[in-house]
């Protein structure tokens, strides 16, 4: 039925469970029925069956052509999806293996994981095949329509191995008509038989598949792993002619990409936008994020407001989302052994959740551009210490501004009085605490200054300093 699944979606079928539907493609001379839904079951199509006995014995049936190519990008996408249940799922013909062995304390029991992976797989799937066996071989034999979340017990699977009948073996025709002429029916009379005797009259392959079968030998297929960039990609045949009718498949996209980041276990700093028409030139549009983010809600609400900036094509054929900036990081909420932040933590961590979210919504509606920041530079003279900057492009600097010193500064630092030898600005000042030198501009003209915190009658405090060789005082800053 993957066939079936990787074409539904495309074609925008109405009701594709009511209507009769069948995949066909080019066998030899003729064109034959792939796969089919229930309801062209119902009117007598099957598979393997010609083009021509299929629309005789249903008219009205809807033949879709098979998409290999579409096919492969629906098994990337599913194995993306069963890469979050186990380490080792191997891509085959049109199916997934799953090694499942050593999975079940993760989830507490075995029947948890497969109940989780079948919802999973339910989004994007119509209808599941299932065998469950010791060997990727052996579970491809026992393979049977629909999905179990049971483990069956060891001595039923080896029951239902032994009587697989052995026209399911991958062996030449010659192979199946000498088995055939021996009165071999099944794999346990093929089993009942010395492995020097088969080897001798059937080939060292057959061995070698019972050997597989049996999980004697391990599975030397290779072990899928998720690309190290995102890029997928949605068409629709007849064409998108508005920015609200983009949300749609901009949604499912982005929720590729979050099962994408789950299975990587790492966050998206980064996403491109590419809508394609059939003719003319392309839009694009770029989001960066000021923190790490997996959230395919909160990534569908920046590309929204982005999107109400940017001129589109009249009608749009393709959208391709890709993104290749990404941090390796834990799930939300997790440490490195699975518990949960202290509250200090996990209050601090939402405090700078929704300063992000409020940086990244201003900057996909107003742009880039539109924002700044106050940091601070490589300067230690504090009035020419700090500066504005681009949001996200600055750099923090390996220099030392942690000393006492009020948040607002005088535009200017202002000289101060010394009558008989008290500091006195509008009134007397008193020190309290200091010196703390700062030294600055060697190679220009060495500027030595020796910063005090004083205070007035009333109590208010200022920030005063001394320059370095002489009597001269100035007041720089007040502190609330």
């Known amino acids: 039925m993957l066939s079936l699944d990787a074409l539904v979606d495309e074609s925008k079928i109405e009701d594709s469970s009511q209507n009769p539907v069948a995949v066909v493609a080019q066998e030899k001379n003729a064109m034959r029925v792939l796969c089919c839904n229930d309801s062209a079951t119902q009117s007598g199509v099957e598979p393997l069956l010609s083009l021509s006995t299929a629309l005789a014995l249903c008219p009205n049936l809807l033949t879709l ?241 982005q999107l109400e900036r940017i001129d589109l094509p009249a009608s749009i054929e393709t959208i391709i989302l890709s993104s290749d900036d990404f941090v390796d990081g834990l799930p939300e909420g997790l440490d490195l052994f699975g518990t949960a932040p202290s509250s200090d933590k996990a209050q601090a961590g939402e405090v700078n959740l929704e300063a992000g979210r409020l940086i990244d919504s201003l900057r996909a509606r107003l742009g880039p551009e539109a924002l700044q920041q106050p940091v601070l530079g490589n300067n230690y003279l504090p009035e020419e210490a700090g500066k504005v900057v681009a949001q996200g492009k600055h750099q923090q600097l390996a220099i030392d501004h942690n000393g006492l010193q009020p948040l607002w500064l005088l535009p200017k630092p202002i000289a101060i009085q010394l009558r008989n030898q008290q500091l006195f600005w509008r009134q007397p000042l008193y020190i309290l605490s200091g010196p703390r030198r700062l030294s600055d501009n060697w190679w220009q003209t060495d500027q030595q200054r020796d910063y005090y915190l004083a205070c007035d009658n009333e109590g208010s405090r200022y920030w005063l300093f001394k320059q370095a060789g002489t009597d001269r005082w100035f007041v720089q800053g007040l502190f609330s």
């Not at 579409?70 to 799953?98: C, D, N």
């Not at 999905?147 to 025709?173: G, I, Y």
């Not at 049996?214 to 949605?234: I, N, S, Y």
Request: aromatic letters at 8%.
């Open 65 to 305: 052509q098979q998409q290999p190519e579409r096919e492969k990008t629906i098994l990337q996408q599913l194995a993306l999806i069963a890469y979050s249940f186990s380490p080792a799922v191997i891509i085959a013909e049109q199916g997934l293996w799953l090694e499942l062995s050593g999975c079940e304390k993760l989830f507490h029991s075995y029947r948890q994981l497969l109940q989780q992976l079948q919802k999973s797989l339910s989004y994007s799937c119509t209808h599941i095949d299932m065998g469950i066996a010791g060997s990727a071989d052996a579970a491809r034999l026992l393979c049977q329509s629909g999905f179990r979340c049971e483990l069956p017990e060891s001595t039923e699977l080896e029951q239902q191995l032994r009587l697989t009948p052995l026209s399911l073996l991958k062996v030449q025709r010659r192979q199946q008509q000498s088995f055939e002429q021996l009165g071999l029916s099944c794999l346990e009379d093929l089993l009942a038989l010395p492995r020097a005797e088969l080897a001798s009259r059937f080939g060292a392959g057959i061995v070698e598949q019972l050997q597989f079968l049996l999980g004697e030998k391990p599975c030397q297929l290779a072990r899928f792993k998720p690309p190290v960039t995102f890029h997928d990609l949605l068409q629709s045949t007849q064409g998108i002619f508005s920015k609200q009718g983009l949300l749609f498949p901009m949604k499912t996209l982005l929720q590729r990409l979050s099962i994408y980041l789950q299975a990587r276990q790492c966050y998206c700093r980064k996403i491109e936008w590419r809508f394609e028409p059939l003719i003319g030139e392309p839009s694009s549009m770029c989001i960066t994020l000021s923190g790490s983010q997996n959230s395919w809600t909160t990534l569908l609400d920046l590309s929204r407001l």
